[in-house]
Nanobody, 126 residues
Framework: QERLVESGGNSVQTGGSLTLSCAVS????????LGWFRQAPGGQREGVAN??????KFYRDSVEGRFTISRDNPRNLILQMDDLKPEDTGMYYC?????????????????????WGQGTQVTVSS
């Protein structure tokens, strides 16, 4: 059974940094997309960043320039988050297994990814 385990969530102040990690315990290679999603209390799950291979990276506008997604191997996903803001608060989920769209793009729709973890909490206080 596929299993994804996120770690690295914490409480920080505005302007702080966190590094989230996701270990994927299933056979997955670089031909699949991996992504980070988040969900604030009472809100919907939204895509934050995703990656296809090791080079094609995509970010939602509000985190562009502050977050960096990377894969140091096919089954380990990293999200470096700098200059954190209170609106970044939420449960962060790693999702995996989506096929790439034409042009090597990855979907920001959570239901495109068949595997996801339990999440790690990020809280940013002002």
């Amino acid at each position: 059974q596929e299993r994804l385990v996120e770690s690295g969530g914490n409480s920080v102040q505005t302007g702080g940094s966190l590094t989230l990690s996701c270990a994927v315990s299933t056979v997955i290679d670089y031909k699949y997309c991996l992504g980070w999603f988040r969900q604030a209390p009472g809100g919907q799950r939204e895509g934050v960043a995703n990656i296809y291979g090791t080079i094609s990276k995509f970010y939602r506008d509000s985190v562009e320039g502050r977050f960096t997604i990377s894969r140091d191997n096919p089954r380990n996903l990293i999200l470096q988050m700098d200059d954190l803001k209170p609106e970044d608060t939420g449960m962060y989920y790693c999702e995996a297994g989506a096929g790439a769209l034409p042009g090597g793009l990855c979907s920001f729709a959570s239901n495109a990814y068949p595997w996801w973890g339990q999440g790690t909490q990020v809280t940013v206080s002002s």
